[in-house]
């Protein structure tokens, strides 16, 4: 048993020796004087000593009683595993300190400064050999305090400055780290400390069970979820729709797209959008005039950008939660784009159109024209498929396999390194009647979950394109212009392909079944044609749309791969394309030799510089924050039991006094006590009472002593028997 107020308990009994104290000093010993009736007054005494002192010490031992139980019940005495939540015990704090903590209040204080104050008021509530440690749930998780530890002052000065990170909040993994170190023994607490906002809690990841066990008890406690909307407009991406050598004609300009997002309140407002950076040589503004109740906008730029790139950056005006209001992004130099063709070598090829191979027109496509700037933009080279190897593959950005059934497929693993890293490869099947099941190996290395059937499909009528085709990053560009270019194209053979998520989708026949696929692996990208541009299977390469539709698979696919490298606070690595880095170099972390190993998780948004052996910087990544993580919608109270509940039973608190309160109305035995102190009392008084008025007086002590009360009990006697 433990008590809420111990010192209350120990007080009460202590005040239980006072009627016995009292009682101690008041027997005084005075010296007996003789006089004439003392023979008859001290044979009375002799005869009720004895019941006068039973009667004593029943009242003095009530009287002791009830003032020591009043006592206890003061101090709410618990039993059970109710004795474990206040008494010595271990505190396990939990911490959000993602991105939404950095929101700021009406008061001017951040969240995470409201919650840290809290967690420091109940680190100061403890007693002396309590134990305490911290969690940071901002990703990555992190322990602040471990041991745990008894230097309470310490742990309030840690926690007190703490800053808000970039990173989205992880309560589910913040509770496994803090599951995997509770002790197996004694009594356990943990409390989270968070406002439950939608970025703060992932419905695709749930916390693990925490459980009492025979020898444990664990008291989960949780803050109140908050109720409070706010107002936050975040700056999710900033797009280059295409690199500025790859739009033939167009010298150095370059096209952005800005994507900005609302959420909590969605008033009426007006948001003003700069772009900034050593890229461009002058700054850019837009103003976005936001509706009521729209959440999601988009802005345009086109700017110059310097021939060696650089960094551009989007940012808007600060709001309640800045961390949010800027994101990064580069714009690589005037480098020109390397090309593959992974085909055997045909010497008579290229000499009628009708024995043009994939890669022939794939070639046609990239290059149009020999006199326009974009050749200077484009180094196409050849190689064959039996002989390709990771020397190959070097300052290559766009791969096009028009034979990879003969491929090796030992080099699949290594094609899939090369596109995690950063690369397109495009995949044409090969246009000869071929029966092999090359596909698999490769799609498996690459992690795709499509399945290709081992030979193709005749169309007998063939089939069309229709004008309304699926929205895929990879031909947004040119979305409109399909309705008129996608209906010419005629198909009279395809390779069957099943398993293909509709996200994966780029162009489909009349019928709905894939033409062209698009999938992200990694940091790169991977396209793979069901019908290889060959005229034995169909016609588009000598339609309209061949062309555009080859460019936006260079230009956008190289943009989108470039993108997909970019690192996340907390999220995903920085990916690094350059071969021969050893060190990497990121903001708010020490240097990391790489050695072959992934980039740890970044902790602060920047930029991540690759150095080689030499210590030369010879390729600049950017991270960004996470911005799913700065959504601060609350969810509601029912939402975040429902999200805890495979942890086990939660209770909410917003103060120590509420979590008092919910202790008692879980079963203190103080009620209980007090209703015995009550009963107790009255007993006291019967009783006193009844001592009183002589309760245990006879016929032989009504008002006569000694002799004469025994002749009196012998008239009594002869009269009853007369009568």
């Excluded at 990391?592 to 920047?606: A, Q």
């Excluded at 006193?688 to 008239?715: C, P």
Aim: no cysteine.
């Amino acid at each position: 048993m433990t008590f809420v107020t111990t010192s209350l308990a120990i007080a009460g009994v202590a005040a239980a020796s006072v009627p016995i104290l009292i009682h101690l000093l008041l027997r005084r010993r005075r010296r007996p004087m003789a006089w004439a009736a003392m023979s008859l007054l001290m044979e009375a005494a002799r005869r009720h000593r004895r019941r006068s002192r039973l009667e004593q010490i029943v009242l003095l031992a009530l009287r002791s009683i009830i003032v020591a139980t009043l006592g206890v019940a003061l101090a709410q005495p618990l039993i059970g595993e109710r004795a474990a939540i206040l008494g010595t015990r271990t505190l396990h704090l939990v911490i959000d300190d993602g991105i939404a903590s950095g929101l700021v209040e009406s008061d001017g204080r951040t969240t995470l400064e409201r919650q840290t104050g809290e967690a420091a008021d109940v680190i100061g509530s403890l007693a002396g050999d309590d134990r305490v440690s911290v969690t940071l749930a901002g990703s990555p998780v992190r322990r602040l305090v471990f041991g745990p530890s008894t230097d309470h002052r310490s742990t309030i000065r840690a926690i007190e400055g703490l800053s808000s990170r970039e990173g989205a909040t992880d309560l589910a993994g913040a509770l496994e780290l803090v599951e995997s170190g509770i002790e197996e023994t004694g009594s356990q607490e943990i409390h989270v400390f968070s406002d439950f906002r939608r970025g703060s809690v992932d419905d695709r990841r749930r916390p693990p069970a925490i459980r009492d066990s025979s020898d444990r008890r664990v008291e989960l406690v949780a803050s109140r979820p908050t109720d409070v909307v706010d107002a936050n407009t975040q700056v999710v991406s900033i797009e280059t729709a295409r690199t500025p050598l790859s739009t033939a004609g167009a010298g150095d300009l370059l096209l952005v797209e800005v994507g900005l997002r609302r959420s909590g309140e969605l008033a009426e407002s007006v948001t003003n959008v700069r772009l900034e950076g050593d890229a461009i040589a002058g700054v850019e503004n837009r103003k976005v005039e936001w509706p009521a109740g729209r959440s999601e906008a988009r802005v345009d730029f086109q700017i110059r950008v310097d021939e060696d790139g650089g960094l551009l950056e989007a940012v808007i005006d600060p709001d309640a939660l800045p961390l949010d209001d800027r994101r990064v992004t580069i714009v690589p130099g005037r480098e020109a784009t390397g090309v593959l063709l992974v085909d055997r070598d045909d010497l008579g090829s290229g000499t009628r159109l009708d024995r043009l191979r994939g890669t022939d027109w794939f070639e046609r496509a990239l290059l149009p024209s020999p006199d326009t700037t974009i050749v200077e933009a484009i180094e196409v080279d050849r190689v064959d498929p039996a002989t390709i190897g990771v020397r190959d593959l070097e300052g290559i950005s766009l791969l096009v396999l028009g034979r990879p059934d003969l491929v090796p497929e030992d080099f699949n693993p290594t094609l899939a390194d090369w596109v995690r890293r950063g690369g397109v490869v495009v995949v044409l099947p090969p246009g000869q009647e071929t029966i092999r099941a090359w596909a698999s190996p490769m799609l498996e290395s690459l992690d795709l979950p499509w399945a290709v059937a081992l030979e193709s499909t005749m169309f007998d009528p063939p089939r069309r394109l229709p004008s309304e085709q699926p929205r895929s990053p990879l031909t947004g560009l040119i979305g409109s212009e399909m309705i008129e270019l996608a209906p010419s194209v005629r198909i009279e053979r395809a390779l069957p392909i099943e398993g293909v998520p509709d996200g994966d989708l780029v162009l489909v026949d009349e019928t709905g079944d894939p033409v062209v696929l698009d999938a992200p692996v990694g940091a790169g990208r991977v396209v793979f044609f069901a019908v290889t541009p060959d005229l034995e299977w169909t016609d588009l390469p000598v339609r309209p749309l061949m062309v555009p539709l080859v460019q936006e698979i260079a230009r956008q696919g190289t943009a989108l791969s470039r993108r997909g490298g970019d690192g996340v606070v907390g999220a995903r690595s920085p990916t690094l394309r350059t071969n021969g880095v050893e060190r990497i170099v990121m903001p708010g972390m020490p240097d990391r030799d790489l050695d072959g190993s992934t980039p740890p998780l970044p902790e602060r948004s920047g930029v991540a510089i690759g150095v080689d052996i030499a210590g030369r910087n010879i390729e600049r990544v950017v991270i960004n924050p996470d911005v799913e993580g700065g959504r601060i919608e609350p969810l509601g109270r029912d939402a975040v039991e429902a999200w805890l509940e495979p942890a086990g039973a939660w209770r909410f608190t917003g103060t120590e006094v509420e979590a008092v309160e919910a202790i008692d109305d879980r079963g203190s035995l103080a009620v209980t006590l007090v209703i015995v102190v009550l009963a107790l009392a009255i007993i006291e008084m019967i009783v006193a009472r009844w001592f009183a008025r002589g309760g245990l007086r006879n016929r032989r002590s009504r008002g006569l002593t000694g002799a004469n009360a025994d002749a009196e009990i012998d008239r009594d006697r002869r009269g009853g028997a007369t009568a």
